[in-house]
């Protein structure tokens, strides 16, 4: 781990301040970037410790959503009677995803930001398009098996691994955030992370310096049921190989409402409205379910060993679809 300055921020304005340093980090329960640093692959030249900030809130909004501060612990927000009554899919999303040590420190804001877990990334020897910009992708060509088949570019094929982040995404969360200058912006989760064309280094639409301060979810329609399905390589602290979050309704027979989104495939957490569109207004049934993932993995591409990925896929959002529109 290389030498790094530390400041502590008390306010939220302080924090964007301190951060003016070039190659500067916000830390908060640092389960992601602590890794990263005694590997060398991130190696800022000062730490903002952000843990004090008043973030730890979680709140009922006035339109009958929930608000979370970016510093509620994953354990917790996983546990609060309010997500696990109206965002079922979130509470289980987070209880899929790593020990219970880690959930106790992981941040929400901090969720959002993980990087990516390829194993040329965290490979300092092997040219990494994400970490060095202009060295190519090993993993294109290489061992590629917990890859991306969808959303990928010629320049890096790496996946997003936070389960929380897919739950996110179905429920139509909205990110709360802070610049240095005291503005604040509110981005909607599906315009918040960047697929990785030439850049693959820039996963999200921040700006330098931009701190998360918390994530609003919607109030979601009456009757809607939520399933999180996670397939991976083991039963416990592995990340997806593909996830499916959902939320449906059926209402006279037909579904009426879905929103779905995917880990494991992308480079983020992937949602395509062309896949709800084509069970909205349907009956359900297996035929409609087969033309959702033929939505989903129309554009999809393995790369050799992860070509797996793209039946797996189909299967599990087929079962994920069945077990939210059931009688």
Known sequence: MKTFT?????????????IGVEGAKFIAGGTNLLDLM??????????????RLPLNEIEDTDEGGLRIGALVPNSDLAADPRVIERYEVLSRALLAGASGQLRNKASTGGNLL???????????????????????????GGYNRIMAVLGASENCIATHPSDMAVAMRALGATILTQKDDGDRRRIAIDDFYRLPGDTPHIETVLEP???????????????????YRKVRDRASYAFALVSVAGVVKVEDGKVSHARLAFGGLAHMPWRNPAVEDAILGKAPSDEAFA??????????????????????????LIATLRDLTKD
Do not use: H, W
């Open 209 to 227: 310096g931009e701190l998360i301060t918390g994530v609003e979810l919607p109030k979601l329609p009456d009757g809607t049921r939520q399933v």
């Open 38 to 51: 005694k590997l060398q692959v991130e190696t800022p030249g000062k730490l903002v410790d952000i843990s």
């Open 114 to 140: 993980q990087r990516t877990r390829c194993y040329y990334f965290y490979d300092t020897a092997m040219p990494c398009n994400k970490r060095e910009p202009g060295a190519g992708c090993s993993a294109i």
């Open 6 to 18: 530390y400041a502590k921020a008390d306010t939220a304005q302080e924090a964007t301040r301190e």
């Open 291 to 316: 033309a959702a993932a033929d939505a989903l993995l129309a554009d999809a591409r393995g790369q050799g060993s992860n070509d797996f990925k793209i039946p797996l896929a189909r299967r599990t």
